[in-house]
């Protein structure tokens, strides 16, 4: 089955440590993007990619970093310059990045920083 | 620049009731709106959406959403609410002006909730 997986699901890490986030995709498809969900805000982007080997900061990128080696890849670090890191993480790609392709999402994960 | 804005952060219907979740946006350039739901702890799943052509979209598990321009609204409606329908629900707009992403732009979220 064709689709988008993150791990690890749940993610636990003490303050001023980094930690990368796995995002791969089956789909075959050009843009990826990365969401952060915190309660009452809905996602906000922190980057996307809208082809391998390039990537751009969304509206919310301090503290956070990415690479698009891969077509399938787009995984995110959250470095210790996160004032607040501790959030649910959404990773989505689609066709195209152009505005009228559906996104699809992977399963999240939820990182916990004390 | 695009922004969206959902009116009620929670909603509580009871089972068998009306669905209304309301969306309204702003956009310099005609929009591509979504409606995406998002069950605890998962990830979001297109519920419909709109680009272009009728203005009703039917979209999955028996709801739809009337684009109206005049009002820039988008707003979505269940003619009966099942507790399956309990989740979290986004209205999005793409952002399709001269910067030209892909980039959505979401509301902050709606929560259903649907009494027995």
């Known amino acids: 089955d064709g689709g988008i997986t993150q791990s690890p699901k749940y993610l636990f890490r003490k303050e001023g440590q980094n930690v990368t986030l796995s995002c791969e995709q089956n789909l075959n498809h050009d843009a990826m993007y990365w969401y952060r969900q915190d309660p009452g805000q809905g996602l906000r982007l922190i980057y996307y990619?809208?082809?391998?080997?390039?990537?751009q900061k969304g509206d919310i990128a301090e503290g956070y970093s990415v690479s698009r080696e891969k077509k399938e890849s787009f995984p995110l670090t959250v470095t210790s310059a996160q004032k607040n890191p501790t959030a649910f993480y959404l990773c989505a790609s689609s066709t195209g990045g152009y505005g009228i392709n559906k996104q699809y999402f992977g399963p999240g994960t939820r990182l916990t920083v004390t | 620049a695009q922004s969206v804005t959902q009116l009620g952060s929670h909603v509580s219907v009871s089972e068998g009731a009306l669905v209304l979740l309301r969306c309204n946006y702003s956009s310099s350039v005609p929009p591509y709106l979504f409606w995406y739901v998002q069950y605890p702890n998962q990830g979001l799943q297109l519920l419909l959406k709109y680009t272009t052509g009728a203005t009703l979209v039917k979209g999955i598990n028996g709801f739809e959403a009337e684009f109206k321009k005049s009002e820039t609204s988008f707003h979505l409606t269940k003619p009966s609410a099942h507790m399956s329908d309990a989740a979290e629900y986004f209205c999005?707009?793409?952002?399709?002006?001269?910067?030209?992403?892909?980039?959505?732009?979401f509301g902050q979220g709606t929560t259903l909730q649907v009494k027995p």
């Open positions: 999005a707009v793409s952002d399709l002006g001269s910067s030209n992403t892909g980039k959505l732009i």
């Open positions: 990619s809208q082809i391998v080997n390039d990537f």
